[in-house]
């Protein structure tokens, strides 16, 4: 069964000039799609990756990565929203590329869709009372 995982990756700072997603890409026979990257030579590197394969083969490959001391988090667990102190104004709905924010009109609130979220960062930013954050 194809399926597609996406994930952050943190790489240690002895990864950032290694071809690393390259070689797994050959290695597995997976495709792959960088949605985020922010990687500096000499630092550790942070990606935003969505892996596609057969299932077996996708998992393989990210243990390969963890074996790589790589860190790796599904993405949907790294945007948080603190319902606590969010003012549902509305924002991150204006800012939000794959409408993962949205306005429910059962709660009217500002409500969120994991799935959607790429973590491009812009509600991360955008967010006036630090409601949204991202976690590694």
């Not at 969505?50 to 990565?65: C, N, P, R, S």
């Not at 790294?78 to 003012?87: F, L, R, S, Y």
């Amino acid at each position: 069964m194809k399926i597609s995982e996406r994930v952050v990756l943190k790489f240690p700072k002895e990864l950032v000039d290694k071809p690393t997603i390259s070689t797994l890409v050959r290695k597995y026979d997976i495709e792959f799609n960088i949605l985020q990257a922010q990687v500096l030579p000499q630092k550790e590197g942070v990606m935003v990756v969505i892996f596609t394969g057969e299932e077996d083969i996708v998992k393989q490959a990210l243990k390969d990565l963890k074996n790589q001391n790589v860190v790796l988090q599904r993405l949907k667990q790294d945007i948080t929203k603190d319902e606590k102190i969010c003012t549902h104004c509305g924002v991150c709905i204006g800012l939000c590329p794959t409408n993962a924010f949205y306005y429910d009109k059962e709660t009217k609130k500002v409500a969120f869709d994991y799935e959607k979220c790429i973590t491009c960062m812009l509600c991360v930013k955008g967010c006036m009372v630090r409601a949204i954050k991202i976690k590694f």
